[in-house]
């Protein structure tokens, strides 16, 4: 089996490439989705593997995801960020948990994140996963079949994500329909990276309006008529980081489940439609 590591980034020069897949500890191939204003592809060979780089005009996290899976060809993905350190041994931990578990098409390993919103290990043995289990996790360490991917309806919503209004949650409702379309996803215990604080958030600006609409709209698909308890149990849990109070945070997430149900990705300023009321 062949593995690829599929990595969004970007305003890399080519030798920014060579330098991230140093970084990176790339030992595979690799695909890198280099958002840079101008359409190119080039390929290079970095120690012996085939790195693939493709230039895009456009840019957006969750479209720049869908095009690496339409591009992925090798028999694994392994979707991970531009601040990821692979663990050394990743490609034969990879290809011996897909062999140890031959009925997994969706394999998602453990990884590190010591900073911000610290993620630890979530699990110490191989077994299905579901949404419960990765809803607090990042698209970094899912691993996948190609073409079992691309056979399932199951994408990234291009109207979530960086840099949309509505701009998280993308990973989540990706894996929420994942988990929903299919139930060959596993949880392994392998480390297969860690996460370093090399950058400042793509995304994270402050819990201001924006977040909790974005928080309402994102929790509307993830629990349905349950959204409003989701959102006062983040609320409680996280409460002394917010400066607004139930109130404000609710009102703002309400213009979100507005949208949400009338199928809206834009913001409607701060007056309210009399039905979103």
Same mark, same amino acid.
């Given at each position: 089996?062949?593995?690829q590591?599929?990595?969004?980034c970007?305003?890399k &020069?080519k030798?920014?490439?060579v330098?991230?897949?140093? %970084? ?6 690799a695909i890198?989705? =280099?958002?840079?204003g101008?359409?190119?592809e080039y390929e290079l060979?970095?120690q012996?593997?085939?790195i ?5 005009e456009?840019?957006g996290v &969750?479209?720049?995801?869908?095009? @690496?899976?339409?591009?992925a060809?090798?028999?694994i993905?392994?979707?991970?960020d531009?601040?990821?350190v692979? !663990?050394p041994e990743y ?5 011996c948990?897909?062999? &140890? @578990?031959p009925?997994a098409?969706?394999?998602r390993?453990n ?7 610290p993620?630890g290990?979530h699990?110490r043995s191989h077994?299905?996963?579901?949404f419960?289990? *990765?809803?607090?996790?990042g698209?970094?360490g899912l691993s996948?079949k190609?073409?079992? *991917? ?6 990234f919503?291009?109207?979530?994500g960086a840099? =949309?209004?509505?701009y998280?949650?993308e990973?989540?409702?990706?894996l929420?329909d ?9 949880l392994d ?11 400042? &958030?793509?995304w994270f600006?402050?819990?201001?309006k924006?977040?909790f609409v974005?928080?309402? %709209?994102?929790?509307?698909?993830l ?9 006062l149990?983040?609320?409680v849990?996280?409460?002394k ?8 945070v609710?009102r703002? !997430?309400k213009?979100?489940?507005y *949208?949400?149900v009338? =199928?809206?990705?834009?913001?409607l300023?701060d007056?309210?439609?009399k039905e979103g009321?």
């Amino acid at each position: 089996m062949t593995i690829q590591v599929l990595v969004p980034c970007l305003n890399k &020069s080519k030798e920014d490439i060579v330098e991230l897949c140093d %970084f990176l500890n790339i030992q595979t191939d690799a695909i890198f989705l =280099n958002q840079t204003g101008k359409s190119a592809e080039y390929e290079l060979c970095y120690q012996d593997h085939q790195i693939k780089v493709v230039e895009t005009e456009w840019r957006g996290v &969750s479209r720049a995801r869908n095009e @690496l899976i339409r591009r992925a060809n090798a028999d694994i993905g392994l979707f991970i960020d531009d601040d990821c350190v692979l !663990a050394p041994e990743y490609p034969t931990h990879i290809l011996c948990a897909y062999s &140890s @578990l031959p009925e997994a098409d969706f394999i998602r390993f453990n990884t590190r994140r010591d900073y911000w919103n610290p993620v630890g290990a979530h699990t110490r043995s191989h077994k299905k996963a579901s949404f419960r289990d *990765l809803s607090s996790l990042g698209m970094w360490g899912l691993s996948f079949k190609c073409e079992k *991917l691309r056979r399932l309806s199951v994408r990234f919503n291009e109207s979530l994500g960086a840099p =949309n209004y509505l701009y998280n949650g993308e990973d989540s409702v990706f894996l929420y329909d994942l988990c929903k379309a299919t139930d060959h996803v596993y949880l392994d215990p392998f480390f297969v990276c860690e996460v370093k604080e090399t950058k400042q &958030s793509t995304w994270f600006e402050s819990y201001d309006k924006r977040y909790f609409v974005t928080k309402g %709209f994102v929790y509307s698909h993830l629990y349905g008529n349950l959204w409003g308890l989701a959102l006062l149990r983040m609320y409680v849990k996280y409460r002394k980081e917010f400066s607004m109070s139930f109130l404000e945070v609710k009102r703002h !997430a309400k213009l979100g489940h507005y *949208l949400y149900v009338r =199928n809206q990705y834009n913001a409607l300023g701060d007056v309210w439609p009399k039905e979103g009321r």
